[in-house]
Nanobody, 129 residues
Framework: QLEDSGGGLVQAGASLRLSCAAS????????IGWFRQAPGKEREGVSC????????YYADSVKGRFTISKDNAENTVYLQMDSLKPEDTAVYYC????????????????????????WGQGTQVTVSS
């Protein structure tokens, strides 16, 4: 089970931090990722982190601006989003899959449709210009 939160309305250039709280089992064994879907667009992977060694993946559009991290004490995955742009506006979802390899984590991030059949409510991020 995952619970995502932290969205909001901000101006361009601002920062937000999204949180994805997981059960201890999910946090320790699953690769976890952040995905987003903007109106009229397909859902895309934003950033993912592997369960085994903490390897990360970032979409090109967010590299250098977003940082994914894990807090072992809180069983929470964070997505720190800096220098937000209007094109970052979307509903953001966290999702997890029992994937142990880095290659699998990357595939999960690049092709979420192949790995996930359903999604939670997500959290809305709106960036105004």
């Amino acid at each position: 089970q995952l619970e995502d939160s932290g969205g909001g309305l901000v101006q361009a250039g601002a920062s937000l931090r999204l949180s994805c709280a997981a059960s201890e089992r999910t946090f320790s064994s699953y690769s976890i990722g952040w995905f987003r879907q903007a109106p009229g667009k397909e859902r895309e992977g934003v950033s993912c982190i592997s369960s085994n060694d903490g390897s990360t993946y970032y979409a090109d559009s967010v590299k250098g601006r977003f940082t994914i991290s894990k807090d072992n004490a809180e069983n929470t995955v964070y997505l720190q989003m800096d220098s937000l742009k209007p094109e970052d506006t979307a509903v953001y979802y966290c999702a997890a899959k029992l994937i142990a390899t880095v290659q699998g984590m990357q595939a999960m991030c690049v092709m979420p449709r192949k790995f996930f059949g359903s999604w939670g409510q997500g959290t809305q991020v709106t960036v105004s210009s």
